[in-house]
């Protein structure tokens, strides 16, 4: 069954970096886009970013443009999210979720979904 | 960007009900709409994609409809199960945006 699994979250104060994994299985990693998406406290949820089955585009959320860049190692079947310059409103859950597209330059919007991991921006 | 307004913000009902979840992004987007359901501390579930086909292992009583800037969630019957908020999502451009979410709850 497909499975995504998010780590790397915790506690960072502002101005610094982290960075997110998020470790998949269960399906041909290296054959679909992947998506970061994110939930501050007691809001919903907020698109972050999306990269192509095969690393080649990028695409980002303005509110983390020039602070947030979207990897993958489809060796590991391993997406990264590393989150620079962080700012308090960045706190919040961060999924990562499969888009439902295989193969294509194109994008569907996400199936699967991990459960997220926590990250706390505080002084 | 497109902006995803969805209506109500929040909604009482009983075990039952026909529940009906409306969205409107601020510009077209075709069919490019999927809707969500969120239970705290669980991962989304996809329920509807491209804005009425029924994701595979969701239950009948989840219907979506619409196009272009109008779409509507319906859960036919409402079960115990079903109390949580309801998000929609453009797929048709990025940023792929996502309404305020509906929060169902029980009366």
């Known amino acids: 069954q497909v499975q995504l699994v998010e780590s790397g979250g915790g506690v960072v104060q502002p101005g610094r970096s982290l960075r997110l994994s998020c470790a998949t299985s269960?399906?041909?990693?290296?054959?679909?886009?992947m998506h970061w998406v994110r939930q501050a406290p007691g809001k919903g949820l907020e698109w972050v970013a999306v990269?192509?089955?095969?690393?080649?585009?990028?695409y980002y959320a303005d509110s983390v443009k020039g602070r947030f860049t979207i990897s993958r190692d489809n060796s590991k079947k391993t997406l990264y999210l590393q989150m620079d310059s962080l700012r308090e409103e960045d706190m919040g859950v961060y999924y990562c979720?499969?888009?439902?597209?295989?193969?294509?330059?194109?994008?569907?919007?996400?199936?699967?979904w991990g459960q997220g991991t926590l990250v706390t921006v505080s002084s | 960007d497109i902006q995803m307004t969805q209506s109500p913000s929040s909604l009482s009902a009983s075990v039952g009900d026909r529940v009906t979840i409306t969205c409107r992004p601020s510009q077209t987007i075709t069919t490019s709409l999927n809707w969500y359901q969120h239970k705290p501390g669980k991962a989304p579930k996809l329920l509807i994609h491209?804005?009425?086909n029924l994701q595979s292992g969701v239950p009948s009583r989840f219907s979506g409809s619409g196009s272009g800037t109008d779409f509507t969630l319906t859960i036919s019957s409402l079960q115990p199960e079903d109390f949580a908020i309801y998000y929609c999502q453009q797929s048709y451009g990025t940023p792929f945006t996502f309404g305020q979410g509906t929060r169902l709850e029980i009366k």
């Open positions: 990269m192509s089955y095969d690393g080649r585009d990028e």
């Open positions: 269960g399906f041909t990693f290296s054959n679909y886009p």
């Open positions: 979720a499969r888009d439902r597209r295989q193969n294509s330059g194109s994008y569907l919007g996400p199936d699967y």
């Open positions: 491209t804005a009425s």
